[in-house]
């Protein structure tokens, strides 16, 4: 039975940082596409970084150059850094997971986790 567990969110002020925390289980992160989504209220899901099994990233624009994603394979973790936060990051920032190829499109992913909120107060 595959988990994915969000951990890190909270209340930050723009400017500030959060580390997003996404632990895997009934699955290895290495052998996935381990991808952040969020949704902010009354919008769509939407793309925000993402690693692929053989250790690629992907950046949204929106984020590109304010976030890092990483992957820790001994903790089955995957990780989500982002700096400069902005109140137009304010989201439920989502983990989901997918065998080997990687898309932004959330539609095509079979695992996901409940979510972290995320509010930036400006």
């Known amino acids: 039975q595959v988990q994915l567990v969000e951990s890190g969110g909270g209340l930050v002020q723009a400017g500030g940082s959060l580390r997003l925390s996404c632990v895997a289980s009934g699955l290895t992160v290495s052998q996935y596409a381990m991808v952040w989504f969020r949704q902010a209220s009354g919008k769509e899901r939407e793309h925000v970084a993402g690693i692929s099994w053989s250790g690629i990233t992907n950046y949204a624009d929106s984020v590109k150059g304010r976030s890092t994603v990483s992957r820790d394979n001994a903790k089955n973790t995957v990780y989500l850094q982002m700096n400069s936060l902005k109140p137009e990051d304010t989201a439920v920032y989502y983990c989901?997971?997918?065998?080997?190829?990687?898309?932004?499109?959330?539609?095509?992913?079979?695992?996901w986790g409940q979510g972290t909120q995320v509010t930036v107060s400006s």
């Open positions: 989901a997971a997918r065998a080997y190829i990687y898309y932004t499109n959330p539609k095509m992913y079979d695992y």
